[in-house]
């Protein structure tokens, strides 16, 4: 007889793609556990977006609407008696998403060559946008580009998100290499984030996969161990283009999902299903 799953159980296992149970069934990966988080309300993310003057995606903002965030751990069995705890996806609360402070002014901008503002050439020059280690374009920061930090990797690298304008709602995702202050393109939508953050299993500091100074040596075996294919140097997630198309056609998040989560979660299954009909 199976067990019936709550309604928000069922809300996390379409968040995360099933990964708590594909991670369960790995040899030597224990310990999975989830935190899970009440979702915000509709004025929380109102006044996120009235205090940094900016509008959130509609997928992030239903993300939250659904769940302020959550944590997933999972542990590795090294010997009988070594588990460590390694695996790791975070996303954060709404609060903690907040402006960066970093010194940014130095990182790359378009500007024209000296050869292109010759006053011999009266045609206007595009000057070339400059582009990352995987091929895709660096961001062009402005004085209305507007930083936001996502993530900290291990003091080396942040993950942000980037408005060109405080127009915008659709902000990129970047990595942003602290120690040259140099970035590197992630993803194009906060749905795309969180499917490589599952894709890559929540591996430690999966997001080094796309730095340009790669793994941590005892990340990078983990990584062999459990899915050495995310480390081919032909892997599609490193050299796709700004607008990619779906690299797996069935492991797609649908932000409709996001409209599942019940908003208590100590309410019975049957008045759960009432309030949500209503």
């Known amino acids: 007889m199976h067990k019936k799953v709550s309604l928000e159980d069922a809300f996390y296992e379409n968040l995360t793609l099933g990964l708590i149970k594909t991670l369960s069934s790995v040899p030597r990966v224990c310990n999975v556990s989830l935190e899970r988080r009440q979702p915000l309300n509709p004025c929380q993310v109102v006044n996120w977006e009235q205090r940094h003057c900016v509008y959130l995606p509609e997928d992030m903002k239903k993300f939250y609407l659904s769940t302020d965030g959550f944590v997933l751990h999972w542990s590795y069995q090294y010997s009988p008696t070594d588990v460590r705890r390694v695996g790791y996806i975070h996303f954060p609360h709404l609060l903690q998403v907040t402006l960066l402070r970093e010194n940014i002014e130095t990182t790359p901008l378009v ?3 000296a050869s292109s503002t010759s006053s011999t050439s009266s045609a206007p020059v595009t000057a070339p ?3 990352g280690k995987w091929d895709n374009p660096l961001p062009i920061i402005t004085a209305k580009t507007k ?13 942000c998100m980037l408005y060109d304008s405080t127009s915008s709602n659709n902000p990129k995702f970047y990595l942003l290499e602290l120690n040259t202050l140099t970035w590197q393109f992630l993803s194009e939508t906060f749905s795309e984030y969180l499917r490589m953050a599952i894709a890559h299993l929540g591996l430690p500091y999966w997001e080094l996969c796309f730095s340009s100074f790669g793994l941590p040596s005892w990340t990078e075996q983990l990584f062999l161990l459990l899915a050495p294919h995310l480390l081919e140097k032909n892997e599609p997630r490193r050299g796709r283009t700004i607008n990619p198309a779906c690299e797996h056609p069935y492991n797609i998040l649908d932000p409709n999902i996001f409209r599942s989560k019940p908003k208590g979660t100590t309410k019975s299954s049957t008045s759960i299903a009432k309030s949500h009909n209503k």
């Open 129 to 131: 946008i400059p582009k």
């Open 147 to 159: 930083i936001f930090e996502i993530n900290n990797i291990n003091e080396v690298a942040k993950v």
């Open 111 to 113: 500007t024209p060559s």
